[in-house]
């Protein structure tokens, strides 16, 4: 499963990237990351990182859901056969 973004995700997470570029890295290199080199970046990362990623989420989601679902049995389990052991039945005659 490739993991696609919206016009606008890809539009913020390349500007995002040729910002960090700019701010972080642009002083070891002899030229600034342009457009197309921030694009070719985004896609690399989400065809060779994004799938760990995503994976790492979705099994964390699994582990909650199933914590989750141990607890359903606490908090909805009703006793069974409770009526002979309620306090103060009335007295046979």
């Keep these: ?3 696609k973004l919206s016009k606008q995700a890809r ?3 390349v500007a995002s990237i040729e910002r ?3 701010e972080n890295l642009e002083q070891y290199m002899d030229q600034r990351l342009g457009n197309i ?3 070719a970046l985004l896609d690399f990362c989400l065809q060779e ?3 760990t990623v995503y994976n790492k ?3 964390d989601v699994q582990e909650k859901l199933q914590a989750r679902v141990m607890e359903l ?3 909805t389990h009703e006793e069974e056969f409770q009526f002979w052991k309620k306090p103060n ?3 046979k005659k």
């Design 1 to 3: 499963m490739s993991i």
């Design 11 to 13: 539009a913020e997470a």
């Design 20 to 22: 960090y570029f700019k």
């Design 37 to 39: 080199a921030a694009e």
């Design 49 to 51: 990182i994004a799938p």
């Design 57 to 59: 989420a979705v099994a």
């Design 73 to 75: 049995d606490i908090e």
């Design 89 to 91: 039945l009335p007295a």
